[in-house]
Every structure is written in C-alpha cells, then in structure tokens.
C-alpha cells in the first residue's frame, strides 16, 4: 500500500514500481479471456465449434472494454498533471467525473451491444455452427459490462496516484475468481458457453467492488466525491484518451477484420478452424501486449506528473528507461515465440491439425515486437504529455497498414499467411513512428517550460 513520490523518488525506481504491478495486472487480466477460452476449447464434442464462436465474440466484447481506457488513461494522465502543478481540488473534481463518466457510458453501451448482438456476430464472421455460441456469450458479457469497464477505467486513478499494487490487487481477485468459477460453471454445473460468461462477468463484479471500495476511501490522496459534471473536463479527458482508446479499439476491430476475411477465403471448408486458429493466436498475442501496454501505460503517471511540474531532466529519463523496459520485455517475448508456442497452444486443443496451425500462427504474429516495443512507449508516452493527436495519428498509421494487408494478403497467398501482417505492421509502423517522434521531443519540451495546463 506504500504510495510513490513521482516528483522526487530516482525514475529507475519509480518505473520499476509502477510497471511491474501494472504489467502483471495487465496479464491477469488476460486471463479472463484466456482461461474462458480454454475451458471452451476443452469441452466434449463441441469444444472447436464453441472456440469459433468465441473467437468471433471476443474482439467486440473487447471493443466494449476500450471504452475504459478511454475514459481511465485520459482522466488519469489529466489527474497526474493537475497533481504535478499541485491543484489537487482540480484533481479530485477529475476523477469524480470519470467516475460518472464511465457509468453513463458503460449502461449505454451495454444496451446497445444487447439489442444488436445477433447482428454483430453475424456481420462479424459467425457461421451458422458458431452463431449460436457468439450470441450467448456475448449476451451474458454485455449484460455485466458496466463491471468491467469501471474495473479498467478506475484502476488507472489508483496506478496515478502510486498505488500499483493494489490495481494490481484488483484484477488479481477476478482473475482467481475466475479460473474456479469457469470450472464449476462449465463442468461441474455443464453450462458450458453460458458458465464461461458468468464466470467472467462475476469475477469482474468482485474486482470492480475492490476497486471503488479503495476510491471512495481514505488511503489514497485524491479520492471520489461528489462534483457537478463538467464538459470542459469531459472534452480533455477525451482527447487524452482517445489515442489509447483507438490502439485498443482498432485491435478489436482489426481483429474482427480478421475474422471476416478468414471466414470468406477459408469457405465452408476451413473458415471455421482458421477462425479456431486465430483465437489461439489472438489469446497469445494478448500475453504480450496487454502487459507491453502495463509496461508503457503504467508509468504514464511519471511523465504527466513531472511534465506538469515542468521538470525537463526527469521527463528525459523517464522516457529512456521506459523504452528500455518496453523493449527488454518484448525481446524476451519474441525469443519464448520462438520456441514455446505449441506448448501454449495444447492447453487449447488436441486437434493436431488445429494445433499445428495455430502454431505456426503465433510464430509468424510475433515476429515485429521488437520494433512494437517502441511504438507503444511513444504513442502513450506523447498521451502522457498532453499530445495527443500526434499519438492518434500514429496509432492509425498502424492499424491502417495491418487492415490493407489482411484483405490484400488472401489474394495472392494462402488465407493463413494473413497473420503475417500483424508483424509486418507492427515492424514498419513501429520504425517510422519512433523516427518522427525523434524529431519532435525537442521541440515538445521546448513547450513544456511555456504551457498552462488548462
């Protein structure tokens, strides 16, 4: 529970105690989709049918929980700067209106993902064996959203006040939660896909509870209170969060892109397992960027707190030893792609033809993480200093290149190789990206010493 000076403690240390936590609770939380899907992949009978549909239903179940970041990343970035040029009234007035931001917006958007929910994963690459599986599942997972955008987006406020493990402490109790429940609710009760998204949707009900319950208390330094909602709040937040909101978006939607080309180039023949297929790629690729993302959006508090401060040097050096951490985790992740990911994928199928398919995947999806590494520590260390719209652009360069590869890729090569675009996007664009960025911090901290923060 101790918290972390983020204007005078050594960055090393700070970056240290910030991105461990956050990284870990970012591959927690991972688990919910995985294990949900393990469970799935192992079920008698209709175990790869049931993966299909769930890896249809995924990326729009995960669309729905970007929204937390929107609202988490923006208001949290805005919160630390507020905190770095001490107006705590004005931090607190911050948090207490994404507060009521997130709510409003979860219960709209759980409504609207209930009602058109059998439209969604019809246009989104079900076939008539996996409809079925997708609709209930997301049925049950749109029904308690509100949980699990409250969990992502309020986790942010404890992470930006130096509270990281007890984010941490947050997802760790759904995740646990989740793994007993998925076993009682799928094969002690047989409920089979519907158990899965019970499990899930209680599991982050005991999260969410964790999480408000340390807000609206007395250990952290800017707590909930009651404030009059405020537009000028709401415009900020928004475009803080909107670059993070996209990266997070985009993969969902990218991913569903994915899924309609696979199941038109696959046919009545293929569609199905390359669907199987990329939902076991898809699950790995989550080990890896979700906690990347804990890595650099983590420690986004670090440089908003000192940027408000207007402390150059420790702007400087918390960069650097960000992208080094970023990259370090990344390295090692592409070397374990190498070598471990048919281990991976047995916990998900028998089917040899499956398994070995989806191996492969996951070696060809990985291949650009290296070069990745240093696109998400600066679009989310240009959202940390208020620059937002650089960081959109930056996130659409790279989700635009990857969609153009997976429709032009099946016309010329085998529907599979489509995975190779995710490397060839995250290679290019992550290259580039860090380049421009190269050019423009100078002028970025320039600024700094001059600009208000409104």
């Known amino acids: 529970m101790k918290t972390i000076n983020l204007g005078k403690d050594p960055i090393f240390s700070i970056a240290l105690k910030l991105a461990i936590p956050s990284m870990f609770a970012q591959f927690v939380n991972v688990l919910y989709t995985i294990i949900d899907r393990m469970f799935i992949g192992n079920i008698p009978q209709i175990g790869e049918i049931a993966l299909a549909g769930i890896g249809v239903c995924g990326p729009i179940a995960a669309f729905l929980a970007s929204f937390g970041n929107l609202i988490g990343i923006g208001g949290s970035v805005y919160m630390a700067m507020k905190m770095g040029a001490g107006d705590n009234k004005k931090a607190e007035e911050i948090l207490s209106n994404c507060f009521a931001f997130l709510i409003i917006m ?78 009682v609710f799928v094969f002690v009760f047989n409920l089979q896909v519907a158990g ?152 998900f199928t028998q089917d040899p033809q499956l398994a070995q398919m989806a191996t492969w995947g996951i070696k060809a999806y990985t291949l650009g993480l290296i070069p990745l590494a240093l696109h998400y520590e600066v679009t989310d260390g240009l959202t940390a200093l208020g620059k937002a719209h650089i960081a959109v652009c930056m996130s659409a360069f790279r989700k635009i290149t990857f969609v153009i590869l997976v429709c032009l890729i099946p016309l010329f090569l085998p529907p599979h190789y489509t995975f190779v675009a995710q490397s060839v996007g995250d290679g290019v664009c992550g290259l580039i990206n860090t380049i421009i960025f190269m050019f423009l911090f100078k002028r970025i901290l320039v600024k700094m010493e001059t600009e208000t923060i409104q």
């Open 196 to 347: 899965a998204a019970w499990a899930t949707v209680i599991s982050q009900f005991l999260s969410c509870f964790w999480t408000l319950a340390f807000l609206f208390g007395k250990r952290v330094y800017i707590s909930i209170k009651r404030h009059r909602l405020s537009a000028q709040i709401a415009k900020k937040v928004v475009s803080l969060g909107f670059p993070a909101f996209i990266m997070y978006a985009t993969d969902s939607v990218i991913l569903i892109v994915l899924n309609i080309v696979l199941q038109k180039h696959g046919g009545a023949d293929m569609g199905d397992m390359l669907i199987s297929a990329a939902t076991i790629v898809q699950s790995y690729g989550l080990i890896v960027l979700n906690p990347l993302g804990g890595i650099t959006g983590g420690t986004q508090a670090v440089l908003s707190y000192n940027y408000g401060a207007k402390n150059k040097e420790r702007v400087i050096k918390s960069f650097s030893v960000i992208s080094a951490m970023a990259v370090v985790f990344c390295t090692v992740m592409f070397i374990i792609s190498r070598f471990v990911p048919q281990y991976y994928v047995a916990f």
């Open 106 to 183: 979860s219960l709209v958007l759980s409504a609207i993902f209930i009602v058109f929910r059998n439209q969604m994963v019809w246009w989104f690459g079900a076939s008539e064996e996996t409809f079925g599986y997708a609709s209930q599942y997301l049925a049950i997972y749109a029904s308690g959203a509100v949980f699990a955008i409250l969990t992502i987006g309020m986790n942010y406020f404890i992470t930006g006040q130096g509270f990281a493990t007890v984010a941490m402490i947050s997802v760790v109790i759904g995740a646990v939660a989740n793994i007993i429940l998925d076993y």
